[in-house]
């Protein structure tokens, strides 16, 4: 009796030890077993980090815009100087309207023939045409200055029978022009006179545009008149040189390869990729926004989150959509007009057909009989 005791006791006390040691070796097992699993995750994470999907591409049918039709009779491209003269060209002859009624522009210079204008920083408008003469184009601008054309400046050119496309102020004085498609040359004008540059005989196309008073070069260059090995290289002017920054290929869009650069209101650069919008950063092209589209034609807008399009999305007709910054909208009430039309590229000239100004957009539209301009006007948000 003395002794049994005790003995129940220290069995008592070995079972809840063992008991005790047991859940303590679980614990510590199940610890070593998280952290693994969590250290592997960790590991796993770094040598192969999960990309998130890119969003869907979605498009909304609700109008940005309100849109009308103001017809101009023939026409083949606009410019909008501003909010009350829109400049409208068509062969031979130019035009000037006031948003809804026009009339025909005569130069200075009876030989000389405008294709497109460019307003400049000190308030003039200059027409980019060419004379013409003994069956040659010779290129040339003409400038109107508080509402009287001025003077006619002529390049003297033996080789491009063709005339000026766009232009690009560097500053009051200084000015670079190009010509466009299939043609190597462009010209600095400044007091009157021009000076030809030629970067490569196998650049072509070249445009110019002014980004944070940079000016920046692009062309696209072929190698053996290969189609399939066209890129497009980008310079930067420094120094009084033109410096190579990148190079980078085409995307597949026929003819249409050559014209896939814009500049919005606000001087963003947007470059039509492979199923992608591009922005210029100064350096390089980098992805923007995914586009559902087979192919676009000429893009607008004040910003690279403020864009306008005239698109065909895949399996339809030509389509005009807006981006908003957060996804598209399809203008289904601009697109009623324009299933009645057709849209007129002159490429030739630049990409300069869709004008934005403040909360308007202008796009001119032809039926080849009897054309005009298609202007929107920003619906105005509702105060909530």
């Excluded at 497109?116 to 400038?143: C, Q």
């Excluded at 600095?188 to 030629?198: A, V």
């Excluded at 814009?262 to 990729?273: C, D, R, V, W």
Aim: net charge positive; proline share 4%.
């Amino acid at each position: 009796m003395i002794f049994s005791v005790p003995q129940n006791r220290n069995l008592k006390n070995f079972k809840i030890k063992k008991i005790i040691m047991k859940k303590s070796i679980f614990s510590i097992t199940v610890y070593i077993l998280v952290l693994y699993l969590i250290i592997s995750l960790i590991s796993c994470n770094k040598e192969n980090p999960i990309t998130p999907p890119p969003p869907p591409v979605t498009v909304d049918t609700s109008d940005q815009y309100i849109w009308t039709d103001v017809g101009f009779g023939e026409m083949l491209k606009a410019y909008a100087a501003d909010t009350n003269r829109i400049y409208l060209f068509y062969l031979f002859n130019t035009y000037v309207a006031d948003g809804y009624t026009y009339k025909r522009v005569y130069f200075a210079n009876p030989q000389f023939i405008a294709r497109n204008a460019m307003n400049s920083p000190d308030g003039s408008t200059y027409f980019l045409g060419f004379n013409y003469r003994n069956l040659w184009a010779y290129p040339a601008i003409e400038k109107l200055q508080n509402g009287i054309f001025t003077e006619t400046y002529e390049a003297s050119s033996d080789t491009n029978n063709s005339g000026f496309g766009s232009m690009v102020f560097e500053d009051d004085n200084n000015a670079w022009l190009t010509i466009g498609i299939g043609c190597s040359s462009f010209y600095h004008f400044s007091s009157g006179n021009f000076k030809e540059y030629k970067l490569d005989t196998n650049l072509l196309n070249i445009y110019v545009f002014k980004q944070n008073n940079i000016i920046y070069l692009f062309g696209n260059s072929i190698l053996s008149n290969d189609p399939s090995s066209m890129t497009l290289n980008s310079y930067k002017y420094q120094n009084n040189d033109f410096e190579l920054l990148s190079i980078d290929t085409m995307p597949e869009q026929g003819y249409l390869k050559s014209m896939l650069i814009f500049q919005t209101s606000n001087n963003n650069l947007i470059l039509n990729g492979t199923n992608v919008l591009k922005y210029f950063n100064g350096r390089n092209w980098l992805i923007l926004i995914p586009q559902p589209f087979s192919i676009i034609w000429e893009i607008g807008g004040y910003n690279k989150d403020s864009l306008i399009v005239l698109a065909e999305p895949i399996g339809e007709y030509l389509r005009i959509h807006t981006w908003n910054g957060k996804f598209w909208n399809d203008e289904d009430s601009a697109n009623a007009i324009i299933r009645r039309r057709v849209i007129h590229f002159d490429n030739t000239a630049g990409p300069l057909n869709i004008k934005m100004l403040y909360d308007k957009v202008f796009i001119p539209v032809t039926d080849n009989q009897n054309s005009g301009v298609l202007i929107g006007q920003k619906k105005k948000k509702l105060k909530k």
